[in-house]
């Protein structure tokens, strides 16, 4: 009987997957944190920040600190009747940090602005993604704008 328990424990632990390193976790952060900007949902883009005033994402120049004025910024961006955020997964990059914190590097098309005639811009996104006791959440991000000219040099 012993041997019995022992085998199936030991193929339920084969059968397991393999806990995810925190590459992985970053790239399933941020495809979530995708998701949830083209679904125009921004509580699921709040629930996916650090909630810490501590939360930092640098844009266009400008430090916003905190999840909610993140939110609130992302907020009048969301009011256009465009908003699409395309990102390139065979270029996207993850430098794991520590066993509970990764950067994620991601080049992106953001398409926004009216209907008719929406702009089209290509940003690098670096997301620092960290562990935290509430689960994986983006603790800063930081934006710029690719330059296409020089990229494959």
Request: charged share 20%; with cysteine; glycine share 6%.
């Amino acid at each position: 009987m012993r041997v019995v328990i022992m085998a199936v424990a030991l193929l339920a632990g084969l059968a397991s997957p393999a806990a995810a390193g925190p590459a992985e976790e970053a790239r399933r952060l941020y495809a979530g944190f995708i998701a949830a900007q083209n679904a125009n949902d921004l509580t699921g883009v709040r629930s996916l920040l650090l909630d810490s005033p501590r939360f930092l994402w640098v844009t266009n120049g400008l430090s916003v600190w905190g999840p909610d004025a993140a939110v609130a910024r992302l907020t009048r961006f969301h009011a256009n009747e465009v908003w699409r955020i395309d990102h390139d997964q065979d270029r996207a990059r993850a430098v794991e940090v520590t066993a509970d914190a990764a950067f994620l590097h991601v080049p992106l098309t953001l398409t926004v602005g009216p209907a008719a005639r929406p702009e089209r811009y290509h940003i690098l996104i670096t997301a620092l993604c960290a562990d935290t006791p509430a689960g994986w959440r983006i603790a800063a991000l930081f934006t710029a704008d690719e330059n296409r000219d020089e990229a494959g040099r």
